[in-house]
């Protein structure tokens, strides 16, 4: 497939690492292409652009930016580019303020996740919530104790939601689907659960698992 990833920090790399490892072919969006091209080298493949650009480029998108700059990052891509694309959102909610005994703070609500916020100002991008809740470093076939971790995604389309399952699969999760997009309001504080071991125990490497 190709993927177009909007972002060119440490998860956009991740994914893209791990689009590549399993063949597909990758541009990174960011509004600085340069400032990519050590990366862009060192991963054959890969190529860095504009938001526009890699939107467009992408049969896949992949949301990757700050989440206080997820809806700007999202304009710049250009609603027409994402239309009838699967948009992976691994965007999180989080404001601009130091955590309070481990716990960040978010500028959503319980009633409003940001996806919902996102896929009201995007309708016809296909919405999927995945990557949020798990650092960066484990995004790609991670190997735990526990066995495979466990993926919860949820939005609107059913289509864009299998095509994420595949992808999902590829990268060694198994994939637990929430149902529509009020779903992230449930899935993105798992982020903010996520984070807690690391702030108050410099514990960083876990992974949700959904027993059954
Ligand atoms: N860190 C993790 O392990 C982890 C795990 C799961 C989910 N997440 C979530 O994934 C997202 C990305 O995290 P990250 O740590 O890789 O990167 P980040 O530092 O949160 O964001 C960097 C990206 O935001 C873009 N950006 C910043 N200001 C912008 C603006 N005004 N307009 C447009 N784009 C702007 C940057 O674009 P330029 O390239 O143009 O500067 C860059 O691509 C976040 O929402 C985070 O909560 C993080």
Do not use: Y
Request: hydrophobic share 45%; net charge positive; charged share 20%.
């Amino acid at each position: 497939m190709k993927v177009g990833i909007l972002g060119s920090g440490d998860v956009a790399k991740a994914l893209a690492a791990g689009f590549l490892k399993h063949g597909h072919d990758v541009v990174l969006g960011t509004r600085d292409p340069a400032k990519l091209s050590d990366w862009v080298a060192q991963h054959r493949g890969s190529r860095a652009a504009s938001f526009a650009d890699t939107a467009k480029f992408g049969e896949v998108v992949v949301l990757a930016v700050k989440g206080t700059v997820a809806t700007e990052a999202l304009r710049a891509a250009g609603a027409a580019n994402l239309a009838g694309k699967p948009v992976i959102d691994a965007t999180n909610p989080i404001a601009d303020a130091p955590p309070v005994n481990g716990v960040v703070k978010f500028f959503t609500n319980l009633d409003e996740s940001l996806m919902e916020r996102l896929q009201r100002e995007f309708p016809k991008g296909h919405f999927v919530k995945a990557f949020n809740s798990v650092g960066n470093s484990f995004f790609v076939n991670p190997q735990f104790a526990g066995g495979k971790p466990t993926m919860f995604i949820c939005g609107n389309d059913e289509s864009a939601k299998q095509t994420v399952r595949g992808i999902i699969d590829q990268f060694g999760w198994e994939t637990a689907d929430m149902g529509k997009v009020e779903a992230a309001r449930a899935i993105e504080p798992l982020c903010m659960l996520w984070l807690i071991p690391g702030f108050l125990r410099n514990e960083w490497t876990h992974a949700f698992k959904l027993l059954r």
